[in-house]
Nanobody, 125 residues
Framework: QVQLVESGGGLVQAGGSLRLSCVVS????????MGWFRQAPGKEREFAAA????????YYADSVKGRFTISRDNAKNTVFLQMNSLKPEDTAVYYC??????????????????WGRGTQVTVSS
């Protein structure tokens, strides 16, 4: 059974930082691309960042580029999202996702089979 468990969310002031983690079990982690998505209240879930299975290629939404960094530790089956210079508009539930390819994470999210349950990030002004 595949499980993705996020952690690291919380309440932070604007300009602050948080580091999210997502631990994956039940799959050969290093064989899959990983992504982070977020869903703000009243809005649809949106792509934030993705990383290839080897960690060599990373992709970001324009809204987080330059502020967020995605990384992974295949030895620990974990993907991270370092979030700096946080803004109130970054407030959302953040989800990690596992997929066969970057293409699925960035252009075909309906095909993503595995999602975490999410972690709340709240940025106060």
């Amino acid at each position: 059974q595949v499980q993705l468990v996020e952690s690291g969310g919380g309440l932070v002031q604007a300009g602050g930082s948080l580091r999210l983690s997502c631990v994956v079990s039940g799959r050969i982690f290093s064989a899959y691309a990983m992504g982070w998505f977020r869903q703000a209240p009243g809005k649809e879930r949106e792509f934030a960042a993705a990383i290839t299975y080897g960690g060599n290629n990373k992709y970001y939404a324009d809204s987080v580029k330059g502020r967020f960094t995605i990384s992974r530790d295949n030895a620990k089956n974990t993907v991270f999202l370092q979030m700096n210079s946080l803004k109130p508009e970054d407030t959302a539930v953040y989800y990690c996702a596992l997929a066969d390819s970057i293409r699925v994470l960035t252009t075909d999210t309906a095909s993503i089979d595995y999602w975490g349950r999410g972690t709340q990030v709240t940025v106060s002004s």
